[in-house]
């Protein structure tokens, strides 16, 4: 199913002089992959603890473009710089749901979102992750299906964090709605994702 990820090339066009430059100057791929985590450890944290103003949630659509930046940037530095390990592979999956967890958190705090659906949310969206890299484990590739994948749940984070922070307010049944729907396409995810690489697989075979 279609996501925001089949972009990437294009976005990894974009980005490959500036590897290139960081490449040149020494920087390593799990550099910017523990780099990339941390801060949205803290930024996830800091919007969590300090709710208020509600503009300080501008920081979040701004920083996911920037991560998503990063990510990027790790894996075109180790595909295409011979920066390839194994503690780069656990990180690169590792982090991501770490920092998915943290960044997505504030929001659990946020009225008229209910604290245990954005929670499910989370939960979901690091199932979602699991029933990727298990594809690996079968003899399948990494899969990436849609419809709700790393990519379009920043997006869609992104973009409520950018409404509610320039003062649009949220109505309750929009609160009531947003988790529940996420819910269900991340639901939908990992089905994509476990079927995708059973087929994937039994046309190897």
């Not at 960044?103 to 008229?112: D, H, I, K, T, V």
């Not at 399948?140 to 409520?160: E, H, I, L, N, T």
């Amino acid at each position: 199913m279609p996501s925001i990820y089949s972009l990437k090339p294009k976005f990894q066009g974009i980005l490959r002089p500036i590897v290139r430059r960081l490449a040149r100057g020494g920087v390593r791929a799990n550099h910017v992959t523990a780099l990339a985590c941390a801060l949205s450890v803290g930024l996830g944290l800091l919007l969590t603890v300090k709710r208020e103003p509600r503009e300080l949630l501008l920081a979040l659509p701004v920083f996911l473009f920037v991560r998503m930046a990063m990510n990027a940037i790790d894996g075109m530095l180790a595909r295409e710089f011979g920066q390839k390990t194994d503690l780069g592979a656990y990180l690169n999956e590792m982090t991501d749901v770490v920092s998915d967890g943290f960044l997505y958190l504030p929001f659990a705090f946020l009225a008229p979102f209910e604290p245990l659906w954005i929670g499910a949310v989370i939960w979901l969206a690091a199932i979602s992750e699991m029933a990727g890299t298990v594809a690996v484990m079968t003899g399948a590739s990494r899969r990436y299906d849609g419809p709700m994948g790393k990519s379009d749940r920043a997006f869609v984070f992104g973009a409520m964090a950018l409404w509610m922070g320039l003062g649009g307010g949220v109505a309750a049944w929009v609160g009531w709605l947003f988790p529940r729907l996420l819910a269900l396409l991340l639901a939908a995810t990992i089905l994509n994702r476990v079927r995708g690489g059973l087929v994937e697989k039994s046309t190897k075979s």
